[in-house]
């Protein structure tokens, strides 16, 4: 008895091992996200301190980005003296003549690091941010010394935001906290997606996605209905199974390239022929679009709802069906009034799987109609509400935007976390959705079976 017993706790201890696992990984993977994405609306504060520059000790403004322990080795390659180990800090110094915006400086050749309360960070809509005293200040302009004792003026209109974040309380801290976050949720980018906010992307996700599903779920719930309930099994049947199987399977930049060649090309310029010949060769659906973004979603989601389908209705008891023959059901009736109900969780579970990979998806867009900036959105007052021929932003291409092609790497990567933050709670709102659905069909299905 112990020596039958013995396999299946091991496999009880190594399938607990695997779950807890899993869920380390993914609770480290939010942190992550959180920690990092989080920072960029925080207000750090803005430090001082003295540097040789060229010989002479000069005035340093900025933000501690982070810090970082340097060995021997690589001290003597930047050509200092080989100390055992020595730390360097990258100040976030902004916009300043000559310099970068991020630049790297030695713990040990610093001087007086102080936190002065006059000290802010004023951003400019079109040139970035720029650290410094204000000096001067009126209703129309605003005069910033610089930390090389230059003085700078600027125009009311074009200031974004002027902090003190050293003077400001905790209470002061979470408000701009909260107001920073909203900016980034209901604006458009600036400066080449490097600032600004993400609404362009947010909505051009959501109305993708949302279309997406609207021709996914009847589609996808249909055949799977069909293939499990009504399909007889033969050499056929098992041919499109295994057919929908490896499309699932297949990479989704080719679902990019054939939406291209048939749906931009080919139906979008059948469209234009048919209905905008006035407009011709000026191309209304025979150019990539927000129309094309969401077939081509549902073409590469398909695969998702119809597995999710047929499975649901594999997991009926095959007793429930023939009870209700025996009551003088037709199998249309057995289907829509016994089987349906039980399997909605399971449609629902497809569905939502479906929504989330094509939330995420980059490469076969980029074919079909996402951009890198489109900052008008796709949305009107008159039927049907949707500009179904305009192209849009997503929040996939604006990680891969935003992280991979921009030219300065340590202002891009806070930036980066907080657009996955957004995609990671869009995700998981269409989850938490598909659980309370799941779970209100089930005691539906419940309460009218007792």
Not at 9 to 30: G, I, K, P
Not at 37 to 66: C, K
């Amino acid at each position: 008895m112990s020596t039958n017993r013995q396999p299946g706790r091991r496999l009880y201890f190594f399938s607990a091992l695997a779950t807890a696992l899993t869920l380390l990984t993914f609770f480290l993977l939010c942190l992550l996200i959180l920690s990092r994405g989080l920072r960029l609306f925080w207000p750090a504060e803005v430090v001082q301190f003295q540097y040789p520059i060229s010989g002479q000790m000069q005035q340093v403004f900025g933000e501690v980005v982070s810090r970082q322990q340097v060995n021997a080795e690589q001290l003597a390659a930047a050509g200092l003296p080989s100390h055992s180990q020595a730390q360097r800090v990258l100040i976030k110094q902004g916009q300043m003549a000559g310099q970068t915006a991020f630049r790297w400086y030695w713990q040990h050749l610093s001087h007086d690091w102080q936190t002065p309360a006059q000290l802010s960070l004023l951003r400019h809509f079109s040139q970035g941010e720029f650290y410094g005293v204000v000096t001067q200040e009126n209703a129309t302009e605003l005069q910033l010394r610089l930390s090389d004792n230059s003085s700078r003026t600027f125009q009311r209109r074009d200031i974004e935001r002027v902090i003190s974040p050293n003077q400001l309380s905790l209470w002061g801290k979470l408000q701009l906290f909260a107001a920073q976050w909203w900016q980034f949720l209901s604006t458009e980018p600036r400066q080449a997606n490097s600032a600004g906010g993400i609404l362009p992307a947010i909505m051009g996700t959501v109305l993708s996605v949302l279309l997406m599903a609207l021709l996914v779920a009847p589609i996808g719930i249909m055949a799977g209905i069909y293939l499990h309930e009504y399909a007889k099994d033969g050499r056929l049947v098992r041919l499109v199974r295994l057919s929908v199987h490896n499309l699932a399977g297949v990479p989704s930049v080719v679902f990019g390239v054939f939406a291209l060649g048939f749906f931009v090309y080919v139906l979008g310029g059948s469209i234009d022929q048919l209905f905008y010949a006035e407009q011709l060769p000026q191309a209304t659906f025979g150019t990539p679009g927000l129309l094309w973004v969401s077939l081509t979603l549902a073409l590469l989601t398909l695969p998702v709802v119809i597995v999710a389908t047929e499975e649901g209705l594999a997991r009926i008891p095959q007793s429930l069906r023939l009870g209700g023959y025996a009551l003088g059901a037709t199998k249309a009736e057995v289907l829509r009034k016994l089987i349906l109900p039980v399997a909605i969780p399971a449609m629902i579970t497809g569905v939502v799987l479906a929504m989330s990979r094509a939330a995420g998806e980059v490469a076969p867009l980029i074919f079909v109609g996402v951009v890198k900036y489109a900052p008008v959105l796709p949305l009107r007052s008159e039927w049907p509400f949707v500009q179904l021929d305009q192209q849009i932003m997503s929040l996939g291409l604006q990680i891969y935007d935003v992280g991979l092609q921009s030219s300065n790497a340590d202002a891009a990567e806070p930036r980066v976390y907080a657009i996955a933050l957004v995609l990671l709670l869009l995700i998981g709102s269409l989850n938490l959705l598909a659980m309370r659905l799941r779970r209100y069909y089930r005691a539906k299905t419940r309460s009218q079976g007792a």
